[in-house]
C-alpha cells in the first residue's frame, strides 16, 4: 500500500461524517469521544457492534465501569503516553470487544479518542498507518471544541465565585445567571472542598477536570480551584442516604486522585444540604469550618467529614468567647498541668486519652502504649492532684471540653 495515500485529507462538515468516513476506510465501527471519554460522534451506516458501545451512544459518554476497567488494565494510561494504536483485548465482564484505540493529540496534549471495533476483521499495520492519519486530520476541530468549552467553563467559574463569596444574592438573578450557562439548578445541593496539600498545578487541574467529568455518581453542577482547595457544587437530588452519597464519593474521588496519580492526602469535606442558592455562602463556610477543626484535631476528626458531624467541635468558638469574656481557667487542668510541669509527667495526656477512649481503660492503655495496670495508677493519681471524680459526667464533660479548648487556640 501508498503509505503516502491519506483519504482523510478532505474538508469535512462534522465529526460524525468524519467517524463515518474512518469507518468506511476501516471497514469497522468507529466512534470519536473527548478527552474526558464524553461521546463525540460514531459511525452510523453500521449495525455491528457491542453494549460498551450501545452504552456510549445511549448515554453520550463511556460507562463509568467501562472507564474504570481500562484505567486498572493499564490501556487508558499507555493512550496518554503514545502517539501509536493500541489494541484493546476482548473484556466480557464490561461488555468490551476487541478495539484499536489512538490518541488524538495537540502536541503534549490529549484532545481526545478514536476506537475502531475488530469485529469482522483484525486491523492490521496498514490500518493503524491510515488511523494516525485520521488522528492527525480531526485534531484541530477537536482544538476548536476544547477552546469553546474552555470559554464556558471560565464563565461557569466566575459564576461559582459569585455564588460562594455571595456577590449574587438575587434569587431572580441566579436563575438567570443558571438559565444562560444552560444549567438546570437542582432542587438540592451541597458543596464539597477537597483540600491537597500543596497548590493545585494546571496538570493536577487536568487530572480532576477528568475524573469529575467521568464521575457518574454525582451529578457535578459547578466546580473551581482555590490555590489548594477544588470546590465542588453538587446535585443531592433523588438520594435517600445522602450524606453516604457524599462520602462515597469523596472517598473514590480522593482514592483515585492517589492511585491514578499519585496525589494522596487529600482532605475532603462536606457541607449540609441546602435548598436556598441565597446561602451556597453558608454552605461554603461550612466546609472551611470542618477543615480549620480537622488542622486543630486531625486524630479526633479523622473520619469525619461534614460540618454535621462536628458535634460539640462546631462550639468551640462560642465557648473560646465565653471562656475569654469571663477569664475562667479550669482548677483541676492547671493543677494537673502544674505537677507535669514540675515532674516532667504526662498526667493532662493521660486524661485526654482516657476520655477520648470513652473512659475504656484497655482501650486509653493501648492508644498510650502502656500497661492497663500502670493507666489505672496514673489515674488514680490524676484524681488526687486534679481533684478529679471519675464518677462525675459533668466534671468530665468539663474536662473534655477544656482540654479541647486548650488544644483549640494552640496551649
Request: glycine share 2%; proline share 3%.
Amino acid at each position: 500500500m501508498n503509505t503516502r495515500y491519506d483519504p482523510f485529507k478532505t474538508s469535512f462538515d462534522s465529526l460524525d461524517e468524519f467517524a463515518d468516513l474512518i469507518s468506511q476506510v476501516l471497514q469497522c465501527p468507529v466512534t470519536i469521544e473527548d478527552a474526558n471519554h464524553r461521546l463525540l460522534a460514531y459511525s452510523t451506516h453500521d449495525e455491528r457492534t457491542d453494549p460498551a458501545r450501545v452504552s456510549t451512544i445511549i448515554g453520550r459518554r463511556v460507562p463509568e465501569k467501562v472507564i474504570n476497567q481500562l484505567w486498572k488494565e493499564g490501556t487508558i494510561p499507555a493512550l496518554l503516553k503514545t502517539k501509536e494504536p493500541i489494541r484493546v483485548k476482548n473484556m466480557d465482564e464490561i461488555g468490551l470487544s476487541h478495539r484499536v484505540a489512538i490518541s488524538i493529540w495537540k502536541h503534549d496534549e490529549v484532545l481526545g479518542f478514536i476506537w475502531a471495533l475488530e469485529i469482522d476483521r483484525t486491523l492490521t499495520d496498514e490500518d493503524f498507518t491510515l488511523l494516525k492519519k485520521a488522528a492527525d486530520a480531526v485534531k484541530n476541530k477537536l482544538l476548536q471544541l476544547q477552546t469553546r468549552k474552555n470559554k464556558k467553563e471560565e464563565r461557569f467559574q466566575e459564576f461559582f465565585w459569585k455564588l460562594l463569596t455571595g456577590h449574587l444574592n438575587n434569587p431572580a438573578e441566579i436563575s438567570e445567571h443558571f438559565y444562560s450557562l444552560q444549567i438546570t439548578p437542582p432542587s438540592s445541593f451541597a458543596v464539597l472542598v477537597f483540600q491537597f496539600q500543596e497548590n493545585i498545578t494546571s496538570q493536577d487541574e487536568q487530572s480532576i477536570s477528568y475524573l469529575l467529568k467521568t464521575n457518574q455518581r454525582l451529578k457535578i453542577i459547578l466546580y473551581t480551584i482555590d490555590c489548594n482547595q477544588l470546590i465542588v457544587l453538587v446535585s443531592t437530588d433523588n438520594f435517600d442516604n445522602v450524606f453516604w452519597e457524599l462520602e462515597q464519593f469523596s472517598l473514590l474521588f480522593t482514592g483515585k486522585m492517589a492511585d491514578r496519580y499519585g496525589i494522596y492526602n487529600l482532605i475532603p469535606v462536606y457541607s449540609g444540604i441546602y435548598h436556598d442558592y441565597q446561602k451556597i455562602t453558608n454552605a461554603y463556610e461550612e466546609t472551611l469550618a470542618v477543615l480549620s477543626i480537622k488542622a486543630k484535631f486531625p486524630r479526633e476528626t479523622k473520619n469525619i467529614y461534614n460540618y454535621h458531624k462536628l458535634g460539640i467541635y462546631q462550639l468551640f468558638d462560642l465557648l473560646l468567647e465565653k471562656r475569654k469574656t469571663e477569664g475562667y481557667e479550669n482548677y483541676s487542668l492547671r493543677r494537673l498541668h502544674q505537677y507535669d510541669q514540675k515532674h516532667n509527667s504526662n498526667l493532662v495526656e493521660t486524661l485526654e486519652v482516657f476520655l477520648n477512649c470513652d473512659n475504656n481503660i484497655n482501650d486509653a492503655a493501648k492508644a498510650l502504649n502502656v500497661h492497663a495496670n500502670t493507666l489505672n495508677y496514673r489515674l488514680k493519681r490524676i484524681s488526687e492532684i486534679g481533684e478529679v471524680n471519675f464518677k462525675d459526667p459533668n466534671q468530665k464533660m468539663m474536662l473534655f471540653l477544656d482540654l479541647k479548648l486548650e488544644k483549640y487556640k494552640g496551649i
